[in-house]
């Protein structure tokens, strides 16, 4: 069997890392895994990426064409929006590789054109890494009226004022209805999101994200401190986040939090983005896991 990853990286970015090491585990079980990326960082023989320093520039401009776009249409499209509309090579690759299998990951950034995707004639599998498939142009959205009864409803239109995620919505909605598709999602929440939305009628799965047991092992708590050089004697919160200043990180419910617990035998513990300007203004005493 041969299955083919489809993302817009190979290592940089959570779900980038996340699709690189399913590829990983799939070689290990005598699998034959594929990347085709738009922007390649490894030096893994099996993933593919542009191969000429014309298509790394036009792949680089692609997210850029895109926010030039959303900022001359709309000053309300402010939050990170992937428009997908420029032409790609990507379709003629897979026909060459013929896998038995696709495996679309985040394709974010211009990877792929929307309509590209309705021409596979292999069965699709899409890890769920955010809202992007089921959404308008956005990766994240509050508003579950959106996706649930349409971006054209009275229930967007009250939070939603971003034209282009009427248009990029219209386009997916037209252009997938048919597809030959399952659904992954990491969590119970982003499950329920997606049935909820215009996949309904579409397979989905709950498969959390795995980890490699090798590194990640379950460890005696004091033994655990004393490798990290975390203190025995007080409690540890824990948080974890890339870019914690984006609003659907959490890292305000952790502001929240603190303000009512005695601090004095508190420490927070952080793994991901742990720039000290973000955490500073805690006034607790913090430890980076990196």
Sequence with gaps: MKILHLSTND???????????LHKELIKCDIESIMLVQNKQSGDKNVIGPKNKFRKFLNLMRPTIDRILLKLTNKNCREQRSLNILPS????KIKEINPDIIHIHWIGGGFIPIEEIRK???????TLHDMWAFSGAEHILSNKGCYKHGYFSKECKKTNRCLLDKFIWYRKKRSWKKLDIQFVAPSD????????SFFSNKKNLLIHHGVDTDVF????KSIAREILNLPQNKEIILFGAVHPDQEHKGFKYLQESLEHIKKQNVVLCVFGDASENYFD???IDFWKIE
Excluded: F
């Design 281 to 283: 203004s805690l006034e």
């Design 11 to 21: 290592l940089h970015g959570g779900a980038a890392k996340a699709a690189y090491r």
């Design 189 to 196: 929440w982003m499950l329920l999101c997606v049935q909820n």
């Design 120 to 126: 596979y004639d292999k069965p699709i599998v899409w």
């Design 217 to 220: 092992k379950p460890l005696e």
């Design 89 to 92: 090579i990507t379709y003629k």
